[in-house]
């Protein structure tokens, strides 16, 4: 919704409230965030081997786009994005990763709306 139409909506409102008089606008449909879900191949791998990372995301009215991303110690990592499903990224298990890799994936829907995947985990050999 507009900036300009917002206000006018506002201000119809008082208007309205300051009459005694109730009113019902509708400013448009209930939008619901996107769902998104990770799938991460393959579940273990060393340094250097590549992971599949494949989004399921679905949307009231459309995905725009899902974004992969790497939980590293300083924060989150974009790794890609991809704009049509099948929503998939390749990438490589870092040469200092130990212990376990985590990723994510975030759908972005036509109103900016998002939604998160679960953290899936590659465990490091």
Same mark, same amino acid.
């Given at each position: ?8 909506? $506002? ?20 939008d #619901?965030?996107?769902?998104?879900s990770?799938?991460?191949?393959? =579940?273990?791998? =060393?340094?250097? #081997? ?9 949307? #009231? ?10 939980? #590293?110690?300083?924060?989150? $990592? ?12 390749? $990438? ?9 890799v ?24």
């Amino acid at each position: 919704m507009t900036r300009r139409r917002t206000v006018v909506l $506002t201000v119809i409102a008082l208007l309205l409230a300051g009459c005694n008089v109730g009113a019902y606008i509708d400013i448009g449909p209930n939008d #619901d965030p996107p769902s998104v879900s990770l799938a991460v191949s393959p =579940a273990s791998a =060393a340094r250097g #081997d590549t992971i599949s990372l494949v989004a399921a995301a679905a949307d #009231d009215y459309r995905v725009v786009e899902v974004t992969f991303y790497r939980i #590293d110690i300083g924060g989150d $990592t974009l790794l890609g994005r991809d704009g049509g499903a099948p929503y998939a990224l390749e $990438t490589v298990v870092p040469a200092g990763a130990s212990g376990e890799v985590r990723f994510f994936a975030r759908a972005i829907d036509d109103a900016g709306q998002v939604g998160e995947s679960q953290v899936l985990a590659v465990t490091v050999r």
